[in-house]
Protein backbone atom coordinates (compact mmCIF):
# COMPACT_ATOMS: atom_id res chain seq x y z
CA UNK A 1 0.00 0.00 0.00
CA UNK A 2 1.65 3.24 -0.86
CA UNK A 3 1.41 6.50 1.36
CA UNK A 4 2.52 9.75 0.43
CA UNK A 5 3.20 12.81 2.54
CA UNK A 6 2.16 16.08 2.76
CA UNK A 7 4.99 19.41 1.40
CA UNK A 8 5.80 19.82 5.40
CA UNK A 9 6.94 16.83 7.36
CA UNK A 10 7.79 18.10 10.72
CA UNK A 11 7.20 18.02 14.38
CA UNK A 12 3.32 19.50 13.80
CA UNK A 13 2.47 16.96 11.51
CA UNK A 14 4.16 14.08 13.26
CA UNK A 15 1.05 12.87 15.34
CA UNK A 16 -0.75 12.29 12.22
CA UNK A 17 1.67 10.21 10.51
CA UNK A 18 2.38 8.26 13.17
CA UNK A 19 -1.34 7.50 13.23
CA UNK A 20 -0.85 6.53 9.90
CA UNK A 21 1.92 4.33 10.18
CA UNK A 22 0.35 2.40 13.33
CA UNK A 23 -2.84 1.73 11.64
CA UNK A 24 -1.28 0.09 8.57
CA UNK A 25 1.20 -1.79 10.80
CA UNK A 26 -2.07 -3.19 13.12
CA UNK A 27 -3.51 -4.24 9.65
CA UNK A 28 -0.21 -6.45 8.40
CA UNK A 29 0.08 -4.39 5.32
CA UNK A 30 2.93 -3.49 3.51
CA UNK A 31 3.70 -0.19 3.25
CA UNK A 32 5.60 1.65 0.67
CA UNK A 33 6.60 5.43 1.64
CA UNK A 34 6.51 7.54 -1.20
CA UNK A 35 7.98 11.13 -0.94
CA UNK A 36 7.69 12.50 -3.78
CA UNK A 37 5.43 15.48 -2.60
CA UNK A 38 7.75 16.47 0.91
CA UNK A 39 9.77 19.74 0.87
CA UNK A 40 10.51 20.60 4.22
CA UNK A 41 11.63 17.96 6.51
CA UNK A 42 12.56 17.98 10.41
CA UNK A 43 14.86 15.30 12.75
CA UNK A 44 11.14 14.44 14.37
CA UNK A 45 10.54 13.27 11.21
CA UNK A 46 13.49 11.11 10.51
CA UNK A 47 13.12 9.51 13.92
CA UNK A 48 9.36 8.87 13.58
CA UNK A 49 10.28 7.16 10.15
CA UNK A 50 13.55 5.15 12.14
CA UNK A 51 11.31 3.47 14.37
CA UNK A 52 8.77 2.57 12.23
CA UNK A 53 11.04 0.80 10.41
CA UNK A 54 12.17 -0.98 13.65
CA UNK A 55 8.54 -1.07 14.41
CA UNK A 56 7.66 -3.06 11.10
CA UNK A 57 10.89 -5.00 11.26
CA UNK A 58 9.75 -6.43 14.15
CA UNK A 59 6.30 -7.57 13.24
CA UNK A 60 7.64 -8.90 9.70
CA UNK A 61 5.52 -6.20 8.20
CA UNK A 62 7.17 -4.99 4.36
CA UNK A 63 8.03 -1.21 5.16
CA UNK A 64 9.73 0.39 1.95
CA UNK A 65 10.86 4.07 1.06
CA UNK A 66 11.39 5.00 -2.02
CA UNK A 67 13.72 7.10 -3.38
CA UNK A 68 11.70 10.15 -4.13
CA UNK A 69 12.92 12.29 -1.86
CA UNK A 70 14.62 15.62 -3.77
CA UNK A 71 18.14 16.35 -3.58
CA UNK A 72 18.19 18.46 -1.23
CA UNK A 73 16.73 16.16 1.26
CA UNK A 74 18.25 13.56 0.54
CA UNK A 75 21.27 15.00 1.14
CA UNK A 76 20.20 16.49 5.04
CA UNK A 77 18.82 12.37 5.13
CA UNK A 78 22.48 11.12 4.84
CA UNK A 79 24.00 14.12 6.45
CA UNK A 80 22.09 13.50 10.08
CA UNK A 81 22.71 9.67 9.97
CA UNK A 82 19.19 8.56 8.20
CA UNK A 83 20.72 7.38 4.75
CA UNK A 84 18.16 4.69 4.82
CA UNK A 85 15.33 6.99 3.42
CA UNK A 86 17.48 7.56 0.04
CA UNK A 87 16.47 3.62 -1.03
CA UNK A 88 15.91 0.49 -0.36
CA UNK A 89 17.28 -1.75 -3.24
CA UNK A 90 15.10 -3.62 -5.12
CA UNK A 91 12.52 -1.39 -5.90
CA UNK A 92 12.31 -0.13 -9.01
CA UNK A 93 13.53 3.64 -10.10
CA UNK A 94 15.69 3.52 -6.73
CA UNK A 95 19.39 4.05 -6.24
CA UNK A 96 21.40 1.85 -5.80
Do not use: N, W, Y
Not at 49 to 78: G, M
Request: proline content about 6%.
Amino acid sequence: MPMEFKPRCTVDSASDIHKELMQALEAGEALTLDFSTVREIDLTFFQLLAAAQRSFERASVPLHFTATLSPELADKARLTGFDFLVATPGLPGEEM
